[in-house]
């Protein structure tokens, strides 16, 4: 019994420090983009973030205990509005679990797409599983990656991670995405479930405005689109 306290508490022990309050989530939220697609043969497709209906960003989900491994981190979904401006971030919590022997832990960056309506519609749940209602499949990495990836024709969710430098495409079928309403009440002022947040035309937070600012830029990279880019590349080669 002692050995499994001890070999927990090394567990524990071993997680990175993490920001404590949602502005300071916001920020990592925002670096994780930005060193994301610093790195265009690394990074996420463009064309995929200029078509997707939400983002959703992780920063820091922690991952590892002994003999149970649960995976838990707090993040953040911010959704298209009318005109396609990135609106006001709602806070979320992803929560999922491998069984296997695993002692210590590690931290992994998540971002999340969702592609479309029926995606959208369940982000506005209260809580609902990757894979469950909303299909979701690894997403391709680089700006070289063809539009017409069977990942990007067939899934409602795009989901990436990185974990020690590395970023790459990952399955998170199984994960379940929760509203964090006590993280809501700290940004707007009272608590509130990821569907009023993105729903009830409230202004961005100071705080979110780097997040929301960085999925616009590389929405329009230089004030045009992947597909506009696309279409001159086209004429210029005729």
């Avoid at 820091?60 to 990135?86: D, L, P």
């Avoid at 199984?174 to 700290?186: F, H, I, Q, V, Y």
Wanted: proline share 4%; net charge positive.
């Amino acid at each position: 019994m002692r050995f499994l306290v001890l070999c927990a508490a090394l567990a524990a022990s071993s997680f990175p420090v993490f920001a404590e309050t949602a502005q300071e989530r916001l920020k990592e939220a925002a670096a994780v983009l930005r060193e994301v697609m610093a790195t265009p043969e690394q990074s996420i497709p463009d064309y995929l973030i200029e078509r997707a209906s939400c983002a959703v960003v992780v920063p820091g989900m922690k991952s590892g205990a002994f003999i149970v491994g649960a995976k838990y981190g707090r993040g953040f979904v911010t959704c298209r509005e009318r005109g396609g401006a990135w609106g006001p971030p709602a806070a979320i919590r992803i929560e999922g679990g491998t069984f296997g022997l695993q002692i210590g832990g590690q931290a992994t960056d998540v971002v999340m797409l969702v592609m479309n309506e029926n995606g959208m519609k369940k982000l506005m749940e209260s809580s609902f599983t990757l894979g469950g209602g909303a299909s979701v499949a690894a997403g391709p990495v680089g700006q070289a990656a063809t539009a017409q990836t069977d990942a990007y024709m067939g899934a409602e969710i795009l989901s990436w991670s990185r974990s020690r430098g590395l970023f790459a495409g990952v399955n998170l079928q199984g994960a379940t995405l929760r509203s964090d309403e006590d993280e809501n009440k700290e940004l707007y002022g009272r608590k509130m479930d990821t569907k009023e947040v993105l729903t009830s035309n409230l202004a961005v937070p100071p705080a979110a405005k780097e997040l929301t600012g960085l999925l616009a830029k590389y929405s329009r990279v230089g004030g045009t689109s992947s597909a506009e880019r696309q279409e001159r590349e086209r004429t210029k080669k005729k």
